[in-house]
């Protein structure tokens, strides 16, 4: 069974308080969990931020929107039961507890006031996405276009331009120090197949070869294979090949194959990677998502 969303989750977490006895949020996932038939990849899959589970995220939203409407009420730390309006609702057996159903509790029609909705011919939709999945999805769009105009940059710009953009990438992931002393770049008339040498720590304890290599189409696994042979030539035990276009299924299996270890960055990862460490891109807008911490409140 896939993910339910969270107005999906709502009727079943209130069924749970209907016991009417007090009840915890983890609690409340884990039966929940198994009565959606939940697997452990479902269970654990997580937002994009990375920070929460998806389930987890969406049966606590839906014990926010029980408690907005006045179907439940925070007993004490963490715990939580149901109300005599709560109780009510489950005697009316409703087939679903919804937005559009909670919004006939005053309450719920409050706390909708600071909620956005999308309108589709002036009516109002179902919200079936949580704020941090409607936020996590908004960042995702916003991402992908930044990605797509960065990658058109880096098929615009002149070659030793793009060297330099692998250089100062790689020095802000931590490898070689500075820019002063990040690269060590090789005659190319006698490189065998190798552009620079960067340190993999300050220290120059050791070292990583790179190759960044302009290519019409995917580069393939002969362009691998010399560069295999050229970290051999070296002693070399790592290298990096950069690409602004892709890798071809046979090159990368090569790379995975080969004694070397052998890391592939084409186009799209590139771009990932620039925006991550913020090379040739500006933070503009952040937003800061706090939630309550419990432990402040604890009495001693």
Same mark, same amino acid.
């Given at each position: 069974?896939?993910?339910?969303?969270?107005?999906?989750?709502?009727?079943?977490?209130?069924?749970?308080?209907?016991?009417?006895?007090?009840?915890?949020?983890?609690?409340?996932?884990?039966?929940?969990?198994?009565?959606?038939?939940?697997?452990?990849?479902?269970?654990?899959?997580?937002?994009?931020?990375?920070?929460?589970? @998806?389930?987890?995220? +969406?049966? !606590?939203?839906?014990?926010? %929107?029980?408690?907005?409407?006045?179907?439940?009420?925070?007993? $004490? /730390?963490?715990?939580?039961?149901?109300?005599?309006?709560?109780?009510?609702?489950?005697?009316?057996?409703?087939?679903?507890?919804?937005?559009?159903?909670?919004?006939?509790?005053?309450?719920?029609?409050?706390?909708?006031?600071?909620?956005?909705?999308?309108?589709?011919?002036?009516?109002?939709?179902?919200?079936?996405?949580?704020?941090?999945?409607?936020?996590?999805?908004?960042?995702?769009?916003?991402?992908?276009?930044?990605?797509?105009?960065?990658?058109?940059?880096?098929?615009?710009?002149?070659?030793?331009?793009?060297?330099?953009?692998?250089?100062?990438?790689?020095?802000?992931?931590?490898?070689?120090?500075?820019?002063?002393?990040?690269?060590?770049?090789?005659?190319?008339?006698?490189?065998?197949?190798?552009?620079?040498? @960067?340190?993999?720590? +300050?220290? !120059?304890?050791?070292?990583? %070869?790179?190759?960044?290599?302009?290519?019409?189409?995917?580069? $393939? /696994?002969?362009?691998?294979?010399?560069?295999?042979?050229?970290?051999?030539?070296?002693?070399?035990?790592?290298?990096?090949?950069?690409?602004?276009?892709?890798?071809?299924?046979?090159?990368?299996?090569?790379?995975?194959?080969?004694?070397?270890?052998?890391?592939?960055?084409?186009?799209?990862?590139?771009?990932?990677?620039?925006?991550?460490?913020?090379?040739?891109?500006?933070?503009?807008?952040?937003?800061?998502?706090?939630?309550?911490?419990?432990?402040?409140?604890?009495?001693?």
């Amino acid at each position: 069974m896939s993910i339910p969303l969270f107005s999906q989750v709502t009727l079943p977490l209130l069924k749970i308080l209907g016991d009417n006895k007090e009840h915890s949020l983890r609690e409340i996932i884990e039966k929940l969990s198994i009565e959606f038939e939940l697997d452990e990849e479902e269970k654990q899959r997580l937002l994009p931020s990375g920070k929460q589970a @998806i389930f987890d995220n +969406r049966v !606590g939203w839906a014990r926010t %929107y029980l408690k907005k409407a006045g179907l439940l009420i925070y007993t $004490g /730390r963490g715990y939580f039961s149901i109300t005599e309006r709560g109780l009510q609702v489950l005697r009316e057996n409703p087939t679903i507890v919804d937005v559009k159903y909670l919004k006939q509790f005053p309450e719920f029609q409050k706390f909708q006031h600071f909620q956005r909705e999308k309108t589709r011919e002036g009516e109002q939709e179902e919200i079936e996405k949580t704020p941090e999945e409607s936020l996590a999805e908004a960042y995702q769009n916003l991402n992908d276009e930044l990605a797509n105009d960065l990658f058109q940059q880096l098929k615009s710009i002149s070659w030793k331009k793009f060297e330099r953009i692998v250089t100062d990438l790689l020095v802000s992931m931590g490898y070689g120090g500075t820019q002063f002393d990040a690269a060590e770049v090789i005659n190319k008339s006698g490189d065998e197949g190798i552009d620079a040498i @960067i340190r993999q720590d +300050r220290l !120059g304890l050791d070292v990583i %070869y790179v190759q960044a290599k302009d290519w019409d189409g995917n580069v $393939g /696994r002969p362009e691998i294979h010399r560069f295999a042979g050229a970290l051999q030539g070296k002693h070399a035990r790592k290298g990096i090949f950069f690409t602004r276009s892709g890798f071809t299924k046979e090159a990368k299996d090569f790379a995975g194959a080969t004694d070397n270890k052998i890391v592939l960055i084409d186009g799209e990862t590139l771009v990932q990677y620039m925006i991550e460490k913020n090379v040739g891109v500006d933070p503009y807008l952040k937003y800061e998502v706090k939630k309550i911490d419990m432990d402040y409140f604890t009495e001693e």
